[in-house]
Antibody, heavy 116, light 108 residues
Framework: EVQLAESGGDLVKPGGSLRLSCVAS????????MVWVRQVPGKGLEWVGR??????????EYAAPVKGRFSISRDDSKNTLFLQMNSLKVEDTAVYFC???????WGQGTLVTVSS | SSELTQPPSVSVSPGQTARISCSGD??????AYWYQQKPGQVPVLVIY???ERTSGIPERFSGSSSGTTVTLTISGVQAEDEADYYC???????????FGGGTKLTVL
């Protein structure tokens, strides 16, 4: 059974940093492109960024609102995806989901709240 | 433009057919995906590659595509289908995802 489990969400002050993790199981993580999507409670879905598999180059892409502040990485030895979030803004408050590149499997999400 | 436009809401009675549209220039060249999200739950992929139904999704769900518009059709709507539905595609370079604003389906 495929499982994705995010963690690391917290309350953080504007300008602060946070690192989210997503532990994957039940599929060959090293071959998967992985994506982060966020959702402000009560609002729509917003793509944050993605990382390709190492065999496909391991490159990352980011949405304009987070480019330069967020960084996606992966540790294939631990089947774990990361989202490093720096210079956080109030508008980054959301539930952050990790999902496979196909969009078929999603984690339960982790809540990030940016507030003073 | 990579924007996708959906109607904010659609309402139908049980047993009727619900059609949710999604429009955007990217859809002329890129595939569309549809997600169902019920309150407090994670999005579920119901349609991929415009018309393909994900395993385990009831046959009453179908997708179609014409030019820059894709449509999710739910035939014989049931109360359990009440949810938010999001279309998703990619930019012309197939680099990043773009979501529609979501459509709230209400079953009267």
């Amino acid at each position: 059974e495929v499982q994705l489990a995010e963690s690391g969400g917290d309350l953080v002050k504007p300008g602060g940093s946070l690192r989210l993790s997503c532990v994957a199981s039940g599929f060959p993580f090293n071959n998967a492109w992985m994506v982060w999507v966020r959702q402000v409670p009560g609002k729509g879905l917003e793509w944050v960024g993605r990382v390709k598999s190492r065999t496909d180059g391991g490159t990352t892409e980011y949405a304009a609102p987070v480019k330069g502040r967020f960084s996606i990485s992966r540790d294939d030895s631990k089947n774990t995806l990361f989202l490093q979030m720096n210079s956080l803004k109030v508008e980054d408050t959301a539930v952050y989901f990790c999902t496979t590149g196909s969009g078929y499997h999603w984690g339960q999400g982790t809540l990030v709240t940016v507030s003073s | 433009s990579s924007e996708l436009t959906q109607p904010p809401s659609v309402s139908v009675s049980p047993g009727q057919t619900a059609r949710i549209s999604c429009s955007g220039d990217a859809l002329a060249k890129q595939h569309a995906y549809w997600y169902q999200q019920k309150p407090g739950q994670v999005p579920v992929l119901v349609i991929y590659d415009d018309t393909e139904r994900t395993s385990g999704i009831p046959e009453r769900f179908s997708g179609s595509s014409s030019g820059t518009t894709v449509t999710l059709t739910i035939s014989g709507v049931q109360a359990e289908d009440e949810a938010d539905y999001y279309c998703q595609s990619t930019d012309s370079g197939d680099t990043y995802w773009v979501f529609g604003g979501g459509t709230k389906l209400t079953v009267l």
